[in-house]
């Protein structure tokens, strides 16, 4: 293991690894001292008060929570797949061979890309209502969260497939199989491994860019956490709200990454395990395709 990493860079010396060490726990410690400075703070300022969390205890307030929750899931579940569907079509359209139609699929992917999302949003919900048509709330949400991530995720499809050697395509046109079967067959495959990582890091940004939609006044978690927080008779307890909503977030991009690892382990098991095909029989497919 050693070996292989010495390619990649230079193993740290002695002096090396004690710089590291100190940066390590200077780093450690700084993070320790401002949670404690932030914790200290929220204490001074009354935000750990009983008062300021006694309404999460009623079941009325937690089926709001969890109304905003299953909100939010829906929006980035609908979004998710429309997404990945975008950045599949768009991916496949920009290696296509024919000018007619990787021009228009890099002209949309770097336009929606270059777009803020809050803006897509507001056009997705405002822009129909000029012209009388009414539209949900949580389409137009979906249609930005679509058109910006579909976009990054075209990219990051297209990079991907790029990213396998060469060798392989020309292995499988060797053979005598089309485009679409080496992309489908031999490149897709391969690549799924290594964009799995930023695919997953693209959807848990999706996850968390739902939030806009408090803009538009869709009722997902944040909006919700921010109505909770607005009541005076429990002292205005924004803090504890979104406190409580960011725990839920990060619970559930939380349980995202662990998802895409286990997906990932598994993936990398299966590679491991898979019998390799006889020459004989990739003799036999060669010539049954050609």
Do not use: H
């Amino acid at each position: 293991m050693s070996s292989q990493l010495s390619i990649l860079y230079d193993l740290p010396g002695p002096k090396a690894k004690r710089r590291n060490l100190t940066l390590g726990v200077l780093s450690t410690v700084g993070i320790i001292a401002l949670i404690a400075f932030v914790g200290y703070k929220f204490a001074d300022t009354g935000q750990f008060e009983s008062r300021k969390w006694e309404q999460f205890q009623y079941a009325s307030v937690q089926r709001e929570l969890l109304a905003g929750y299953w909100a939010t899931l829906k929006a980035a579940g609908i979004a998710a797949v429309l997404a990945l569907l975008f950045g599949a079509v768009f991916a496949s359209a920009r290696l296509s061979d024919k000018w007619i139609l990787r021009a228009p699929a890099t002209f949309v992917v770097e336009l929606f890309r270059a777009i803020p999302l809050l803006i897509l949003i507001f056009f997705g919900y405002y822009v129909p209502l000029q012209y009388g048509w009414s539209i949900d709330k949580l389409w137009a949400l979906v249609i930005g969260l679509t058109l910006y991530n579909g976009s990054v995720l075209a990219e990051i499809f297209r990079a991907g497939i790029n990213a396998v050697p060469y060798g392989q395509s020309e292995g499988a046109y060797a053979i005598g199989m089309r485009k679409n079967q080496v992309l489908r067959l031999i490149l897709l495959p391969q690549a799924v491994r290594s964009m799995l990582p930023a695919i997953v890091s693209q959807l848990v940004v999706l996850l968390k860019d739902t939030a806009l939609g408090f803009i538009i006044t869709y009722p997902e978690l944040l909006f919700v956490g921010k109505q909770i927080g607005g009541r005076l008779p429990f002292g205005l307890p924004y803090v504890p709200a979104y406190v409580l909503v960011a725990a839920i977030y990060i619970a559930t991009c939380g349980l995202l990454s662990v998802l895409a690892w286990w997906l990932q382990k598994r993936m990398g098991r299966a590679r491991t395990s898979a019998k390799p095909i006889p020459a004989e029989m990739a003799g036999e497919a060669g010539r049954t395709t050609l």
